[in-house]
């Protein structure tokens, strides 16, 4: 688990994972926030925040609670759009840029602390994990975190890594891959290791309703590292990998181009004791 590329944009690409991105995310954030259940005036860390997805929706359910949100990423443009959008829609949350095996903050600083689809891209996860139980109280803290499932499980996904074999080489298919390369051994072992308890594993499945392919299937080709790559080493690849995918959706694309779409998700959490 981890690829030393990580999860990195160029331009304005953040601003476009923020739209394109949102549909897919959502189901999977409540889930990661419902196993959290934060209580009024406690504080949650949102590592590897991107555009900040989690923290906005844990500081609209916990508005005027006194509860604090904290949204910590390595790429300013995510935070930037994160920070904007929060702006917008009115709620409070601190941004800050850090790494996420060198956070600052005192150890026992937050409630909880979640990762939403971050932990797979992290160059060095164990380290990441152990720095997140750090910051993370004694006596009952929880870590709780997604990463995609296999990619077989969820049809969208699929279709992408078909049509990056069909036009993009083995370098970029391999680095996409990457992020669905393992099972939920993988990040229950990693807390385990990081000596938390009572710790739980299951898949969150969900049917997204995706808006008409034809606008949303190179629009989100473009906001992934590997697809900007993709498009870079031939600009028609985002015509022919479209256009691909959408062939390969068609099962599940209704008369007006839309797709009711399922997407599956491993929910890991665990406990810090001492």
């Known amino acids: 688990m981890g690829d030393e590329r990580g999860f990195r944009l160029t331009d304005r690409a953040p601003e476009r994972y ?9 189901p999977f954030v409540a889930a990661l926030l419902d196993a959290v259940a934060l ?8 590592l ?10 844990a500081a609209g359910r916990t508005a005027g609670t006194g509860t604090r949100i904290v949204g910590v990423d390595l790429v ?10 929060a702006a917008a829609e009115g709620v409070v949350i601190e941004w800050q840029e850090a790494d996420a095996v060198d ?29 997140a ?5 004694p006596g009952g803290g929880l870590i709780a975190a997604t990463v995609w499932a296999p990619m077989d499980r969820s049809p969208f996904f699929a279709a992408q890594q078909r049509a990056f074999e069909e036009f ?42 995706l808006p008409p392919l034809a606008a949303f299937v190179p629009g989100f080709l473009t906001v992934t590292p590997w697809g900007q790559a993709f498009v870079e080493a ?8 479209a256009a691909r995918i959408r062939e390969l959706l068609a099962p599940w694309t209704t008369g007006d181009g839309s797709a009711q779409v399922e997407f599956v998700s491993y929910l890991v959490t665990g406990v810090r004791q001492d």
């Open 48 to 57: 590897a925040c991107g555009t900040g997805f989690t923290a906005r929706t």
């Open 133 to 137: 139980v750090r910051v993370v109280r």
């Open 76 to 85: 300013p443009g995510m935070l930037d759009t994160a920070a904007a959008r």
């Open 39 to 46: 209580a009024p005036g406690q504080a949650l860390l949102d």
């Open 234 to 241: 031939r600009p028609d690849n985002l015509d022919r990998a």
């Open 168 to 209: 993009g080489g083995p370098g970029i298919t391999d680095w996409y891959a990457s992020a669905f390369s393992g099972s939920a051994a993988g990040p229950t072992g990693l807390l385990r290791d990081a000596g938390l308890t009572a710790i739980t594993a299951h898949e969150v499945i969900a049917d997204v309703a």
């Open 103 to 131: 956070l600052p903050y005192a150890g026992g600083t937050f409630d909880a602390v979640v990762c939403q689809q971050g932990l797979q891209f992290f160059p060095d996860p164990p380290a990441a994990v152990a720095e």
């Open 18 to 26: 923020e739209r394109y991105a949102a549909p897919v995310m959502a």
